[in-house]
């Protein structure tokens, strides 16, 4: 069982709508990414949170640590949003490297 | 401005060479790292590294080994190469907890 799960896996909405796509884990961790990938493959950080709450722009991203889940949230979506999203965890005590999700290939239409 | 930068970015070899994928940053940044990602697995980490002359095994490290000479580089060499290594190869680097990503290469083992 991959130690992060993201859902949805695939997700196809409509420009303007609201994008909400979730993380959870199982294991302790000292920081959760989120990340983008466009076509054309370059990965890009979004996000690195540890706890509570940040916003970029139209993005927010979201941690419970006690759930061991967090949420990433695209307001008034855009088809430039359209990518995929891949969460991944930094475990508490292991290697700097991270744990990916699998990622979540959102579709925005106009 | 500084960056990191994988070389080359598309490669086509045979079973059973030695294959070295180049990874450069220009950050000074002590730590790297470098992933695979396959379709149905997401990223994966390979090897990493906290500084000259010192190299770790990720995940998945059978068939790939790293070496850090210097602060900038961290080559990949795939010692015989094999199909189920047809992968998109990634390079990271870090700071601390941030990571920053490379462009990929795309390998492919005939």
């Known amino acids: 069982k991959n130690e992060v799960e993201q859902s949805p896996q695939n997700l196809t909405a409509q420009e303007g709508e609201f994008i909400t796509i979730n993380c959870s884990y199982s294991v302790g961790i000292s920081a959760l990414h989120w990340l983008q990938q466009h076509p054309g493959g370059g990965i890009v950080s979004l996000f690195m949170?540890?706890?509570g709450k940040k916003k970029h722009g139209r993005l927010i991203a979201t941690i419970n640590i006690q759930e061991k889940h967090s949420s990433l949230h695209i307001t008034a979506s855009h088809p430039r949003d359209s990518a995929v999203y891949i969460c991944?965890?930094?475990?508490?005590?292991?290697?700097?490297?991270?744990?990916f999700g699998k990622g979540t290939h959102l579709i925005i239409q106009p | 401005d500084a960056e990191i930068t994988q070389s080359p970015r598309h490669k086509i070899t045979e079973t059973g060479r030695q294959v070295t994928l180049a990874c450069h940053q220009t950050?000074?940044?002590?730590?790297m790292f470098w992933y695979r990602q396959d379709l149905g697995h997401g990223l994966r980490l390979i090897h990493y590294?906290?500084?000259?002359?010192?190299?770790n095994k990720g995940e998945v490290s059978d068939g790939y080994s790293v070496s850090r000479s210097n602060t900038e580089d961290l080559p990949l060499t795939l010692e015989s190469a094999a199909s189920s290594q047809t992968s998109v190869y990634f390079c990271?680097?870090?700071?601390?907890?941030?990571?920053?990503f490379g462009p990929g290469t795309r390998l492919t083992v005939t």
């Open positions: 950050w000074n940044h002590n730590n």
């Open positions: 949170l540890s706890s």
């Open positions: 590294s906290y500084g000259v002359q010192d190299t």
């Open positions: 990271a680097s870090s700071p601390g907890y941030e990571q920053y």
């Open positions: 991944a965890v930094r475990s508490r005590g292991g290697a700097d490297g991270l744990t």
